[in-house]
């Protein structure tokens, strides 16, 4: 071979001494022609036919390969050049620009979660060579784990159909792998490569990890990775509630209110907004953080002066959430929030306005339909909850009240004992022993309810075109 032309090559080729034992063979009308390798590379093969005499019979072959510890593969090559040596013709193959997708295992009618690039790596073995690894950026991502990846360092000396082992850059998970096999392979600039590859047997853990993984960027909302499957809930502490009380944080919660209020995209609670907001008395803010992002806010007057009765009122007086963060999380976690502070203020009714559609999510929530003030339009109903509800379960589900409020009001007798009778007490105690008495059996069904209600919410307001 004349210098300059090995200088021409694109790729690093791969000699036969550090592959495994390899079965080469031209599959040509029906016959098979044996072939020894002479060398491996991303763009193409060497071979060499121990017959002087051979010619193709047009521009592209199909080359049958068969390595130790792989399956056979098929696949179709462009005759570049034809040499004789020895007495025997050398051949040089090259992999088809385009070839035609290998669709043993392939799917595509899962949409697809592109990722920045280079943020989650990964490398891969390969089977049929000595100790040779290719780094690998995960370049997007579908819920059944088929994966697009491209090639970092150095080429993939791999075909469709192979086998490989996947293992993720991630601390105490490196040394883990997961069987994938190749389903396309298409060069890039420089020495890249890129591949569609398929997890064949993603075991519980791999989907609990990149579902956490994903949410750990905190790139994509949790509506968005649910509708591209992903079903991991949100991990623990990931949402931030607290009272905001510097002025440049309730201003931000104001501008937030006023800009869901016009915004295009409705969540079936901005009917809210047509309640006065101003107040002559403190209100008490709330939000909710995903990251940096303000997702939900909500203001609590301690006092709904329209009310007129021996008992002392509040009133939940403006509520927003991001259409894409509808999730039981967000939602019961900015709720509690609220019963917390409620329950400190020593009021008797909690009030809120209740949209249309939403009446099913408040009565799960021990909310009651009660007479208020009249409503802009007549729109929705105020709903209520006595003080004792919450603290007790008086007239609520045992289950359900134990997963909303035990906890929350439990401080209320560790704080409060002087305003708890002891006929509430009682009544305490019985819902917490029901509780634990029928809990492994009921719990997930209410559960389920609960978090239903708001999925149901969110998937009324992404059929809608709303998100």
Same mark, same amino acid.
């Given at each position: 071979m004349i210098a300059f032309e090995r200088e021409l090559r694109r790729w690093t080729r791969l000699r036969p001494e550090i592959l495994t034992r390899c079965r080469t063979r031209i599959l040509e009308r029906g016959r098979k022609i044996p072939c020894a390798l002479l060398d491996l590379s991303p763009g193409g093969i060497g071979l060499l036919i121990d017959r002087p005499d051979w010619k193709p019979h047009g521009p592209v072959v199909q080359v049958e390969i068969k390595f130790d510890g792989q399956p056979v593969v098929v696949r179709a090559a462009d005759v570049r050049r034809i040499e004789d040596r020895d007495g025997n013709r050398s051949l040089g193959l090259a992999w088809r620009v385009d070839p035609e997708r290998w669709n043993g295992v392939e799917r595509r009618a899962r949409a697809r979660l592109e990722l920045p690039l280079d943020e989650f790596l990964a490398r891969t073995p390969l089977r049929h060579a000595h100790n040779v690894w290719t780094r690998l950026s995960i370049v997007d991502v579908s819920s059944d784990f088929g994966l697009q990846v491209e090639t970092r360092g150095g080429p993939a000396y791999l075909l469709p159909g192979h086998l490989t082992e996947l293992r993720l850059d991630l601390p105490h998970l490196h040394h883990h792998g997961w069987d994938c096999q190749i389903l396309w392979i298409k060069p890039t600039e420089g020495h890249g490569v890129k591949m569609?590859?398929?997890?064949?047997? +993603?075991?519980?853990?791999?989907?609990?990890?990149?579902?956490?993984?994903?949410?750990?960027?905190?790139?994509?909302?949790?509506?968005?990775?649910?509708?591209?499957?992903? +079903?991991?809930?949100?991990? +623990?502490?990931?949402?931030?509630?607290?009272?905001?009380?510097?002025?440049?944080?309730?201003?931000?919660?104001?501008?937030?209110?006023?800009?869901?209020?016009?915004?295009?995209?409705? *969540?079936?609670?901005?009917?809210?907004?047509?309640?006065?907001?101003?107040?002559?008395?403190? *209100?008490?803010?709330?939000?909710?953080?995903?990251?940096?992002?303000?997702?939900?806010?909500?203001?609590?007057?301690?006092?709904?002066?329209?009310?007129?009765?021996?008992d002392t009122h509040a009133r939940v007086v403006d509520f927003a959430i991001e259409p894409d963060w509808i999730v039981p999380e967000v939602f019961f976690g900015l709720w509690e929030q609220t019963v917390r502070l409620f329950l400190a203020g020593g009021n008797t009714f909690l009030?809120?306005?209740? +949209?249309?559609?939403?009446?099913?999510?408040?009565?799960?929530?021990?909310?009651?339909?009660?007479?208020?003030?009249?409503?802009?339009?007549?729109?929705? *109903?105020?709903?209520?909850?006595?003080?004792?509800?919450?603290?007790?379960?008086?007239?609520?589900?045992?289950?359900?009240?134990?997963?909303?409020?035990?906890?929350?009001?439990?401080?209320?007798?560790?704080?409060?004992?002087?305003?708890?009778?002891?006929?509430?007490?009682?009544?305490?105690?019985?819902?917490?022993?029901?509780?634990?008495?029928?809990?492994?059996?009921?719990?997930?069904?209410?559960?389920?309810?609960?978090?239903?209600?708001?999925?149901?919410?969110?998937?009324?307001?992404?059929?809608?075109?709303?998100?």
């Open positions: 569609g590859l398929r997890v064949l047997d +993603p075991d519980p853990a791999l989907v609990e990890i990149a579902s956490e993984w994903l949410q750990i960027r905190r790139r994509w909302s949790p509506l968005h990775l649910r509708w591209l499957g992903f +079903p991991k809930e949100s991990l +623990p502490g990931q949402y931030r509630f607290r009272k905001v009380e510097e002025i440049a944080e309730r201003v931000g919660v104001a501008n937030f209110f006023e800009e869901m209020s016009r915004r295009g995209s409705r *969540t079936g609670m901005e009917h809210l907004h047509s309640v006065e907001r101003v107040s002559n008395h403190d *209100t008490i803010h709330l939000g909710c953080w995903d990251g940096r992002k303000l997702v939900a806010a909500l203001s609590l007057d301690t006092r709904f002066e329209e009310m007129v009765s021996e009030w809120m306005w209740c +949209p249309p559609g939403r009446d099913r999510l408040f009565r799960l929530a021990g909310l009651e339909e009660a007479v208020g003030p009249a409503l802009p339009n007549g729109l929705g *109903t105020w709903m209520n909850i006595h003080r004792k509800r919450l603290v007790s379960g008086h007239g609520m589900n045992a289950i359900r009240w134990a997963l909303l409020y035990a906890d929350v009001s439990g401080f209320v007798l560790r704080h409060q004992n002087g305003g708890i009778s002891l006929a509430r007490r009682m009544t305490r105690l019985r819902k917490l022993a029901q509780f634990g008495i029928l809990r492994d059996w009921r719990e997930p069904h209410e559960q389920a309810k609960l978090h239903g209600s708001i999925e149901e919410w969110a998937m009324e307001i992404h059929e809608s075109g709303s998100i």
